[in-house]
């Protein structure tokens, strides 16, 4: 079921997702190569422990961590630990959830360690793009396909793989809600799109092909090629204009990175 959030409700989710873009800005700042995933999912804890918000992703599904991290090869839902070092020249992703006085956020970024090669930096670059490409089409009246679109052709344009096993999703009182968010699609089709929906979009964006395959610890995602992947989400609520990212204070459509089609 595709639930509609009123102002109220909107305006708590704008705090959940305020909340979560203090937290991601400082992870995003303390990340460094030498650093454990371990190490980062601990400071993330007792951050959002701190503001009294509870990490969304501990317990999930039996998930052990409040973080995923997931270095390279790995799209998504890597499992922090002791034993992985976040190494220079490999590309980091830090994916996190939270809730706040019942309303959830879920926001995540890529981040290169150190020097990284400029084919990994370019697609940490463009898979931000890809999200603010299909974040424009979250437009009442508009439909899915019409976001899925946008992010696939602006990453296919580059010879990249979309991750298609993995989508983005509603969100709101609940992590994942109807409906699922492709990260591909034709315009026109699928669900429309109505002010006060809530949805993350998340392109996974693979160097290489996109298919991928579970690892056996039952959760990290990597990609059959072993070629790098980068991920960013952000949680956004449709209005009667443009959508809100509620995980990025101070965002203005003014300042959006540029996609191929508008200049
Ligand atoms: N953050 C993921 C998403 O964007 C979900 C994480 S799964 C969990 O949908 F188990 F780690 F919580
Ligand atoms: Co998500």
């Given at each position: 079921?595709?639930?509609?959030?009123?102002?109220?409700?909107?305006?708590?989710?704008?705090?959940?997702?305020?909340?979560?873009?203090?937290?991601?800005?400082?992870?995003?700042?303390?990340?460094?190569?030498?650093?454990?995933?371990?190490?980062?999912?601990?400071?993330?804890?007792?951050?959002?422990?701190?503001?009294?918000?509870?990490?969304?992703?501990?317990?999930?599904?039996?998930?052990?961590?409040?973080?995923?991290v997931s270095i390279d090869d790995e799209v998504v839902h890597g499992i922090p630990s002791k034993h992985i070092e976040m190494k220079e020249g490999s590309i980091v992703s830090v994916d996190c959830g939270l809730v706040l006085d019942g309303w959830q956020a879920d926001s995540a970024f890529t981040k290169g360690m150190g020097q990284i090669s400029p084919e990994c930096a370019q697609l940490i670059e463009v898979t931000e793009r890809?999200?603010?490409?299909?974040?424009?089409?979250?437009?009442?009246?508009?439909?899915?396909?019409?976001?899925?679109?946008?992010?696939?052709?602006?990453?296919?344009?580059?010879?990249?793989?979309?991750?298609?096993?993995?989508?983005?999703?509603?969100?709101?009182?609940?992590?994942?809600?109807?409906?699922?968010?492709?990260?591909?699609?034709?315009?026109?089709?699928?669900?429309?799109?109505?002010?006060?929906?809530?949805?993350?979009?998340?392109?996974?964006?693979?160097?290489?092909?996109?298919?991928?395959?579970?690892?056996?610890?039952?959760?990290?995602?990597?990609?059959?090629?072993?070629?790098?992947?980068?991920?960013?989400?952000?949680?956004?609520?449709?209005?009667?204009?443009?959508?809100?990212?509620?995980?990025?204070?101070?965002?203005?459509?003014?300042?959006?990175?540029?996609?191929?089609?508008?200049?």
């Amino acid at each position: 079921m595709i639930t509609i959030k009123n102002d109220l409700q909107l305006a708590k989710m704008r705090s959940a997702g305020h909340l979560l873009y203090d937290v991601l800005c400082q992870l995003r700042e303390r990340m460094a190569p030498g650093m454990t995933t371990l190490d980062l999912d601990r400071y993330a804890h007792e951050l959002i422990t701190h503001a009294h918000a509870i990490p969304s992703f501990l317990g999930y599904e039996g998930y052990p961590a409040t973080l995923c991290v997931s270095i390279d090869d790995e799209v998504v839902h890597g499992i922090p630990s002791k034993h992985i070092e976040m190494k220079e020249g490999s590309i980091v992703s830090v994916d996190c959830g939270l809730v706040l006085d019942g309303w959830q956020a879920d926001s995540a970024f890529t981040k290169g360690m150190g020097q990284i090669s400029p084919e990994c930096a370019q697609l940490i670059e463009v898979t931000e793009r890809c999200f603010f490409e299909g974040a424009r089409q979250a437009v009442d009246g508009n439909r899915l396909g019409d976001i899925g679109h946008a992010v696939q052709q602006l990453a296919e344009s580059y010879n990249y793989g979309v991750i298609r096993d993995l989508t983005g999703h509603g969100i709101g009182r609940e992590m994942h809600e109807d409906p699922a968010v492709p990260n591909y699609g034709t315009p026109g089709h699928g669900v429309r799109l109505r002010r006060g929906m809530t949805i993350a979009i998340e392109p996974m964006i693979a160097l290489g092909h996109y298919q991928v395959h579970q690892l056996r610890d039952g959760w990290t995602i990597v990609t059959n090629d072993h070629k790098p992947c980068s991920h960013y989400e952000h949680t956004i609520a449709i209005t009667n204009g443009l959508p809100e990212v509620l995980t990025y204070p101070g965002f203005s459509w003014e300042n959006a990175p540029k996609g191929e089609n508008n200049i």
